[in-house]
């Protein structure tokens, strides 16, 4: 059983910055990528960054500029920092694990979500 771990959400001022976690831990063959989406009340879950295990990492139009992610690879561990925040940031943000529990088994798994609130 493979878990993921998040921290990091919080509520902060409009400008202000927020750095988000996530730790997976279990039963991993290798990983293929991990990634932050985002999701608001009455909206469908967008994906916010990811990054491959080769470091190759793609972002939401809406956050070039402001966000990072990075991984730590020794710890399977991704971060997002999240810079010049807005209010339209505020969200549910999840962390995906995309993964082999074995050679030929793909797979993914959620974390449990954690709050960002922007105020204006």
């Known amino acids: 059983q493979v878990q993921l771990v998040e921290s990091g959400g919080g509520q902060v001022q409009a400008g202000g910055s927020l750095r988000l976690s996530c730790t997976a831990s279990g039963s991993i063959f290798s990983i293929n990528a991990m990634g932050w989406y985002r999701q608001t009340p009455g909206k469908q879950r967008e994906l916010v960054a990811a990054i491959t295990s080769g470091d190759s990492a793609n972002y939401a139009d809406s956050v070039k500029g402001r966000f990072t992610i990075s991984r730590d690879n020794a710890n399977n561990t991704v971060y997002l920092q999240m810079n010049s925040l807005k209010p339209e940031d505020t969200a549910v943000y999840y962390c995906?694990?995309?993964?082999?529990?074995?050679?030929?088994?793909?797979?993914?798994?959620w974390g449990q979500g954690t709050q960002v609130t922007v105020s204006s």
């Open positions: 995906k694990l995309d993964y082999y529990r074995r050679a030929g088994y793909f797979t993914s798994v």
